[in-house]
């Protein structure tokens, strides 16, 4: 039985690939960060295959006893701080997990080490924020960086150690700089979720308005049941390689508050929408959109959930929870 250990196991990637992994029949670990995190009772609930040790990416030692301890074939770094808005007053924290988390957990594994014949692969979670004021349209794999918020930065780290660590030690390790992905499960904190939970609330005559920061941004926008996927199939080829994950579709915020509405039955968006410059960025990603070419043709990999079934299924889902106890 194949065994992974999945960090950032409690997010929204790390339950939908724990899924992924369980049904594949694989042991399935989560390293679980806090000594009383309030998302362990969801987490047995919703995952009761799941085998959780604790650690923190900002502790080695915890991380190579986790390594050590499961001793897994492959390792999936999903652990963040996430939240780019966050990261501008979290900086030095968010470049402690989001970055040097990477290099921590990279350590331990070349500490611990596989079998010679069956070496632990790693997969890093890269982000399109990398890209950041983008220099080139659509982006690839070979589009040069430059990230726009702390977690870009913290990011752009955690690739270059990812294949730094590939190249000096032959460690098989991926990075996957995947595009915004959404689901039901995306925390409260993003805007597709936001956007969606209030569409609902509006609707059901629970919320009066919705506040928002910049509706201009554009982003490329998949489903994460889709992306766990690719992160799988990165660590089931002969070659370790990066790969970018993306729709090669791309919609402005506004276009998403339309489309949630709608799928709401509210046809006058704008009656309840107001902006207020809190929510603006220090610095703005403008414009995203990945060509996934090499993960289509290397990976065979293709996205299922179109952009207006991801609106959609969001918006059903908000729908359904808030509708609860009415
Ligand atoms: P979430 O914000 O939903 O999950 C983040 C996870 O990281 C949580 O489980 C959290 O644990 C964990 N975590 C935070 N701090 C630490 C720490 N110090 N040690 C260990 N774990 C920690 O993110 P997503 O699931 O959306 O994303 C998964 C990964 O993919 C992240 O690295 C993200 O940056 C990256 N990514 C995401 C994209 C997206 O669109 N979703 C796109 C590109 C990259 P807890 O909450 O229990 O404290
Ligand atoms: P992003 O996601 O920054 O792309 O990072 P987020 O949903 O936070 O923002 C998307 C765009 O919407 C604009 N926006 C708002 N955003 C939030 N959160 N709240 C608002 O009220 C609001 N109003 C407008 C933002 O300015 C931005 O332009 C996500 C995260 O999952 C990262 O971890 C991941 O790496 C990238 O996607 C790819």
């Not at 690939?17 to 029949?25: F, I, N």
């Not at 009656?271 to 220090?282: A, C, E, G, N, T």
Request: a negative charge; proline letters at 5%; one cysteine or more.
């Amino acid at each position: 039985m194949p065994s992974a250990l999945i960090t950032g196991i409690t997010g929204q990637d790390g339950r939908f690939l724990a899924e992924l992994l369980h049904s594949k029949g694989y042991k399935v670990y989560g390293l679980l960060k806090g000594q009383n995190n309030p998302k362990t009772a969801l987490l047995r609930d919703e995952h009761p295959y799941v085998e959780l040790v604790h650690g923190d990416l900002c502790d080695l030692p915890s991380l190579i006893s986790a390594v050590e301890t499961v001793r897994p074939d492959e390792v999936y770094n999903l652990g963040a701080i996430s939240f780019v808005a966050m990261s501008f007053n979290q900086a030095e924290l968010t470049a402690n997990v989001t970055g040097l988390g990477v290099l921590r957990l990279l350590e331990a594994i070349r500490i611990v080490g596989g079998s010679q014949n069956n070496p632990i692969r790693f997969y890093q979670a890269s982000s399109s924020e990398m890209f950041g004021k983008v220099r080139e349209t659509p982006q690839t794999e070979l589009t040069p960086f430059h990230p726009r918020s702390p977690y870009g930065c913290a990011k752009v780290f955690g690739h270059d150690i990812t294949v730094n660590y590939r190249e000096s030690y032959g460690l098989y390790a991926c990075s996957g700089i995947l595009f915004n992905h959404e689901s039901e499960r995306r925390g409260l904190e993003f805007v597709t979720r936001k956007v969606t939970n209030a569409a609902a609330r509006i609707k059901l005559g629970l919320q009066e308005e919705l506040v928002l920061g910049d509706l201009e941004p554009r982003r490329d926008w998949g489903y994460a049941g889709d992306y766990v996927k690719a992160m799988w199939l990165m660590l089931q080829q002969d070659q370790p390689d990066d790969y970018v994950v993306a729709t090669g579709e791309t919609y402005q915020v506004r276009e998403f508050v339309r489309l949630a509405f709608e799928a709401a039955g509210i046809d006058d968006w704008q009656r309840y929408v107001r902006q207020d410059p809190k929510f603006l960025r220090p610095a703005e990603v403008d414009l995203l959109v990945g060509d996934a070419t090499k993960a289509q043709t290397k990976l065979g990999w293709r996205r299922e959930v179109s952009f207006p079934e991801l609106v959609k299924k969001m918006v059903d889902n908000d729908l359904a929870i808030e509708s609860v106890g009415r």
